[in-house]
């Protein structure tokens, strides 16, 4: 049913967790299957993704398209990472069962969420909770 590659994602995701004082944030969840995708990304002043976490709640698939869709990113700059498609993700793990489709839709809205949240913000550390305005943000005086 699943890939070599998509249980490998599955069983071992890479770049799991979050990323502190991160400049991007990004949140989709599906309410009819239940998947949710974070994902938080370090971008330096030249719009290069220097880093990039995600934590996912959802079946194997959307793990496993999260942590595909990070490993696709990191590295590249911003409008590069804006090309990021479910298919492009898809293919990296070799298919998905067409039930599954949708995760790998989610994973890319993910990424394109956080750059959206970075491009509105501009640039500057986002914190849980928090909003565009870094100055009113109770966490300002802790960075």
Do not use: W
């Amino acid at each position: 049913m699943y890939s070599e590659k998509v249980m490998d994602h599955f069983e071992n995701p890479r770049n799991v967790g979050e990323i502190p004082n991160a400049n991007a944030v990004g949140q989709v969840g599906n309410p009819k299957c239940g998947d949710i995708m974070k994902i938080y990304m370090d971008i330096d002043e030249n719009e290069v993704i220097r880093d990039v976490k995600f934590k996912t709640f959802g079946c194997g698939a959307a793990i496993a398209t999260s942590s595909m869709a990070t490993e696709l990113v990191k590295g590249k700059t911003v409008d590069e990472a804006l090309k990021l498609t479910n298919k492009a993700v898809m293919e990296a793990l070799d298919g998905l069962p067409p039930q599954k489709i949708h995760c790998s839709v989610l994973a890319e809205e993910a990424i394109k969420s956080a750059i959206d949240n970075y491009r509105g913000n501009g640039g500057k550390s986002v914190h849980e909770g928090c909003r565009k305005d870094c100055s009113a943000c109770p966490h300002a005086n802790n960075e």
